[in-house]
């Protein structure tokens, strides 16, 4: 075959081939998932397939974590229960997507160990941050569990799931080979988000705020309804603000072609984004393109009258406007001055609920363990990611994610200016904007720890420090 005498083709299609498999068949176990009496009995079979083809090929394995971070139900039935004494109250839904990315993991450390090729954790700057935050979390949970104000199980899987974000990290860093591989998962993740895009259209004229795949319905005309459903929300504007960061990086430092791509791709799934209704979503795009105002020239009049011409669209289509404005209004209704907690401006009931929650953190759990906090999980609800750090690991532990978050804009910042080739300027800018915006949209959700937002984080990082690491970048 013709195909199979030019190498670059050839490549091509071992990778793209099995990809487009592996997501028919993730369609495929995902409505048995969603169908069958026993999802988990589905979940295990496609577990074992997924360490089979991670085992195989790691890139492949990658690439299948690529595609269900966004695309993956959540398993009925599946659940881990509630945390005890001091801790947060409820279940822990486990979806398709956490049982995959353990299991990716898990296959990839065992072939490393069983063929020893290669370092098994090639150094970035980001491994001794990550490192110390890790232990602080297990330390601070350990002994929150032996003073006996948590349980075991809830805070053990809240810690594995950080765990899990990491090792992805780790993963990709040493799965990437070239820019290659880099281009095709670039390639791949657009893919899904164009996916989660046309599923945003499809939501929007049945009147429901836009949230990811496999979530509960969120009715346009209810905002104030429980902090779970509320959060799906939060989690379709925080993803689409990883992709927006990749998508204005490449705008901005690409060559025409490039360009042109980066802007429609980015104005075709605003309107989605918008109607999602996420405050917090809105304020991390703001961050995200002063951001890019501020750290580059080239191309600043495009990107102004690029970011002009996507309001414009946006809000000409009938009832984007009023919903979007509706929903930023309600943050201050009439009718006076509110509480003390809010400094005595009156705020509607879930902004509320978020500052009452980080005042209790700091009032009732940070007073009685400032030094390593009250365990993961331990501070109970609370819907901004800073106090929630303060309060289940202290002071350490607030130090060194603030340590992990600025090592994470300096990798960024330093490859965008240490560069000259466009893959890598746009990966670093993207990535340092991308963690400035993430910090905002932190100030009304748990960014960095929700799986649909953390995952495409970790994995930009991951490929972004794959083109820092200094004596690599010729191979990548």
Not at 333 to 352: C, I, N, T
Request: with cysteine; hydrophobic share 55%; net charge positive.
């Amino acid at each position: 075959m013709m195909w199979s005498k030019n190498p670059e083709t050839a490549d091509a299609l071992r990778f793209w081939l099995p990809a487009a498999l592996g997501v028919l068949f993730c369609i495929f176990v995902g409505k048995l998932a969603v169908e069958s009496a026993s999802p988990l009995f589905v979940a295990f079979m496609l577990s074992l397939g997924a360490a089979a083809l991670t085992f195989y090929s790691p890139k492949l394995g990658l690439g299948l974590l690529v595609f269900s971070m966004l695309l993956s139900p959540r398993l009925k039935g599946a659940a881990i229960g509630s945390a005890g004494a001091g801790g947060w109250g409820g279940s822990i839904e486990l979806r398709m997507d956490d049982i995959l990315l353990a299991v990716v993991t898990c296959a990839w450390m065992a072939r490393t160990a069983v063929l020893k090729r290669g370092a098994f954790l090639v150094s970035t700057p980001i491994h001794l941050p990550v490192f110390v935050y890790t232990c602080l979390c297990v330390v601070s949970t350990a002994f929150a569990v032996i003073r006996g104000d948590l349980e075991m199980a809830r805070p053990f899987f809240f810690v594995l799931k950080y765990v899990e974000y990491f090792l992805l990290f780790f993963m990709t860093v040493n799965v990437v080979e070239t820019r290659e591989d880099i281009r095709r998962y670039l390639w791949a993740a657009w893919v899904v988000a164009a996916l989660v895009t046309l599923y945003g259209y499809v939501q929007i004229p049945s009147g429901q705020r836009v949230s990811t795949p496999f979530e509960t319905p969120i009715p346009l005309t209810n905002f104030r309804m429980q902090e779970a459903a509320v959060n799906e929300a939060n989690t379709y504007g925080g993803y689409f603000l990883v992709v927006f960061g990749v998508l204005l990086a490449l705008f901005t430092q690409g060559g025409a072609r490039l360009s042109r791509f980066a802007l429609l791709s980015f104005l075709w799934m605003l309107l989605p984004f918008v109607m999602s209704l996420s405050r917090s979503s809105y304020i991390g795009l703001l961050v995200l393109i002063l951001f890019f105002l501020s750290a580059t020239r080239k191309k600043r009049l495009s990107l102004l009258a690029g970011l002009g011409m996507a309001g414009l669209l946006t809000f000409m289509t009938p009832g984007v406007r009023e919903a979007a404005v509706h929903r930023v209004a309600e943050t201050f209704p009439a009718g006076g001055w509110g509480d003390s907690d809010s400094g005595g401006v009156r705020l509607e009931a879930s902004a509320q609920a978020r500052i009452s929650s980080a005042q209790n953190v700091l009032h009732r759990y940070f007073t009685k363990h400032p030094i390593l906090g009250v365990g993961v999980t331990g501070a109970g609800m609370v819907d901004t990611h800073l106090p929630r750090v303060l309060g289940e690991t202290g002071l350490l532990g607030l130090w060194a994610f603030l340590w992990m978050i600025l090592r994470l804009v300096r990798m960024g910042w330093g490859l965008f200016r240490s560069s000259q080739d466009v893959l890598s300027m746009a990966l670093g800018l993207g990535l340092a904007a991308t963690t400035a915006a993430l910090c905002a949209h932190s100030l009304g959700a748990n960014t960095f720890i929700i799986v649909r937002i953390a995952e495409p984080f970790w994995f930009l990082a991951g490929i972004t420090a794959r083109l820092y690491m200094p004596g690599r970048s010729s191979e990548a």
